[in-house]
């Protein structure tokens, strides 16, 4: 991993910055309709809520390297979702992504959360395929999970006690 990163809690002011990342380091996958829709699932709330579980990188000159959108759940606290995750592609395979997610579990962890649980699309094979990496089950893909049409996969992974 690129050791020249600066690992930090998100704040508010740093909405706009992740907003920005979310067109080019999707490579306007879906168009105009997929940059809308990836902004629709980072609202400035998680900036303002979620914090103190979540978790931004960021290269010498302050730009973003990679985010991490997490909480834990209100209705099961021994569960925790990691919400939404992006690192720069020109990063990709550095293990800034793993380094987030293991930040991430160690956080909960202390917590007693014991599963996390995230979800992407049936097309997203990449996001199916790195999950499966950090140890995550894969369900099979749920219809209209997200609404009509909107099909998910979900991934839960188990994590020992402290």
């Known amino acids: 991993m690129s050791a020249d990163l600066t690992f930090r809690q998100p704040t508010e002011d740093d909405h706009a910055r992740v907003l920005a990342a979310l067109g080019p380091w999707w490579g306007g996958l879906k168009g105009e309709a997929g940059a809308k829709e990836r902004a629709l699932l980072v609202p400035r709330l998680y900036f303002q809520h979620f914090t103190t579980t979540s ?3 960021e290269r010498p000159d302050g730009t973003l390297a990679a985010f991490l959108i997490g909480f834990v759940s209100q209705t099961d606290p ?3 979702y990691i919400h ?3 690192v720069d592609p020109q990063l990709h395979g550095q293990g800034i992504g793993r380094s987030l997610y293991e930040w991430f ?3 909960v962890r202390d917590s007693g959360v014991r599963k996390v649980k995230c979800i992407t ?3 997203n094979t990449p996001s199916r395929a790195y999950h499966a990496r950090l ?3 894969e369900s099979e893909v749920l219809p209209d999970y997200d609404g009509p049409g909107l099909d998910r996969v979900a991934f839960t992974r188990a994590l020992d006690a402290a």
Do not use: D, H, I, Y
């Open 105 to 107: 579990f160690g956080q």
């Open 84 to 86: 939404f995750v992006g």
């Open 78 to 80: 021994a569960t925790a």
């Open 135 to 137: 140890g995550f089950s």
């Open 55 to 57: 978790r931004l990188a």
């Open 121 to 123: 699309s049936p097309q």
